[in-house]
């Protein structure tokens, strides 16, 4: 797991977190959620956790 996110520590644009809504709302995963906005999977996480959006845990 060795990719580089150039987007260290950046604020979270309004866009960002309504696609965050949008993609957790269609059932999708974290690694993909995160992939889709190129975050971290924790950070997307912790958004996740700020604005109170469930992301689905793939069996």
Same mark, same amino acid.
Do not use: R, Y
């Given at each position: 797991m060795s !990719?580089?996110?150039v987007r260290h520590k950046q604020p979270w644009t309004l866009d !960002?977190?309504?696609k965050l809504h949008t993609l957790a709302g269609k059932g999708?995963?974290?690694k993909?959620?995160?992939k889709?906005?190129?975050r971290s999977e !924790?950070?997307?996480q912790?958004?996740?956790k700020v604005l +109170?959006? +469930?992301i689905a845990k793939l069996r």
């Open positions: !990719e580089k996110f !960002e977190n309504a999708m995963g974290l993909a959620i995160a889709a906005l190129t !924790e950070s997307t912790a958004q996740a +109170k959006v +469930k």
